[in-house]
């Protein structure tokens, strides 16, 4: 799987949108970009995914640029709950990769 | 919808006892079924997965042992607990090894 690099740690205020950047300059063409995020003490949750396209869901939105090097998942309107460490992992689905692997991630913090 | 759930939540255990972590799936058929290790300071490390009852495939050769006994209930086990199994315990579920995985709320054990 492909390496990702993420900033350590993000500040965002509450009520604007949390914008958290991803570089996975390696990424394969089949290779799609997971985010999980775990706030402390919880297991991960499951927030996004995709391919190329963009892509948007209950929780957020997943930016990928056009040559798919980077990503951007976008939490439109933070709240404290949001406060977490955010994991941008690529992942290829297929044959028999079965594990997630987390790098350091970004800890978000959403101040009131 | 579905849920995953784990027990005990925490759990302080003396060396060299033994071990049992429960975890169960509920609202979905035929799951895999993963096991990971989040040590202090550390990413996740996939320890066992299953594609089905009685299927367990290891990725890291240690003292704990894995069992599928029902489709949707996974057991992590060990005869006798090391210092170095200290971490936080958790489980996934996925409907396939190509699909996003679900974790559960996790069990920290503490070895002393």
């Known amino acids: 799987d492909a390496k990702t690099t993420q900033p350590t740690s993000m500040d965002c205020a509450e009520g604007r949108a949390a914008n958290l950047p991803c570089n996975h300059s390696?990424?394969?063409?089949?290779?799609?970009v997971y985010w999980y995020r775990q706030i402390h003490s919880q297991g991960p949750q499951y927030i996004i995914h995709g391919l190329k396209n963009n892509e948007t869901n209950e929780m957020a939105s997943l930016i990928i640029t056009e040559d798919r090097k980077s990503s951007t998942l976008i939490l439109p309107h933070a709240t404290l709950r949001d406060t977490a460490v955010y994991y941008c992992?690529?992942?290829?689905?297929?044959?028999?990769?079965?594990?997630?692997?987390f790098g350091k991630g970004t800890l978000l913090t959403v101040n009131p | 919808s579905q849920t995953i759930h784990q027990w005990p939540a925490t759990l302080v255990q003396p060396v060299g006892s033994p071990l049992s972590l429960e975890c169960t799936v509920e609202?979905?058929?035929?799951?895999?079924l993963y096991w990971y290790r989040q040590a202090a300071g550390r990413g996740l490390q996939l320890l066992f997965y299953?594609?089905?009852?009685?299927?367990i495939s290891s990725e890291v050769p240690q003292n704990l042992s894995a069992s599928r006994p029902q489709d949707r209930q996974f057991i992590l086990s060990s005869k006798k607990l090391l210092l170095s199994d200290s971490g936080f315990y958790l489980c996934?579920?996925?409907?396939?090894?190509?699909?996003?995985?679900?974790f559960g709320p996790g069990t920290r054990l503490t070895v002393l």
């Open positions: 609202g979905t058929s035929n799951p895999n």
């Open positions: 299953s594609v089905g009852i009685g299927q």
């Open positions: 996934a579920w996925s409907l396939t090894q190509y699909n996003e995985q679900f």
């Open positions: 992992i690529v992942r290829y689905s297929g044959g028999s990769n079965y594990k997630l692997t």
């Open positions: 390696t990424i394969s063409g089949n290779e799609y």
